[in-house]
Nanobody
Framework: VQLQASGGGLVQPGGSLRLSCAAS????????IAWFRQAPGKEREWISC????????YYADSVKGRFTLSRDNAKNTVFLQMDSLSNEDTAVYLC?????????????????WGKGTLVTVSS
């Protein structure tokens, strides 16, 4: 069982990136998938989650209107589209799976999580 975030990189302010959260060994469709980020020197922040029953996405105020979360069940992957990026979005981004969206930033409360991917927003 593995969950892997990917798609990070260097992007200029105002740019976009699409992160992927891919699962192996289990079906993502059966889980709510949450995204987090942790910037250097800061605590981990819950930023988004997509529910399992109605695929409704939830967003933290810090990313609402700029980030979009979606599923592709055929690819067993969840995507986080990030637009209008700013320097404050620089962080390691990771995803986790749970039975429902809780908004908790504590990874140990989730069923599965994996290594993150680094997003650097800089000119």
């Amino acid at each position: 069982v593995q969950l892997q975030a990917s798609g990070g990189g260097l992007v200029q302010p105002g740019g976009s990136l699409r992160l992927s959260c891919a699962a192996s060994g289990f079906t993502l469709e059966s889980y709510a998938i949450a995204w987090f980020r942790q910037a250097p020197g800061k605590e981990r922040e819950w930023i988004s989650c997509i529910a399992t029953d109605d695929d409704r996405p939830y967003y933290a105020d810090s990313v609402k209107g700029r980030f979009t979360l979606s599923r592709d069940n055929a690819k067993n992957t969840v995507f986080l589209q990030m637009d209008s990026l700013s320097n404050e979005d620089t962080a390691v981004y990771l995803c986790a799976a749970d039975r429902r969206c809780t908004g908790s930033p504590t990874l140990e409360l989730y069923n599965f999580w994996g290594k993150g991917t680094l997003v650097t927003v800089s000119s």
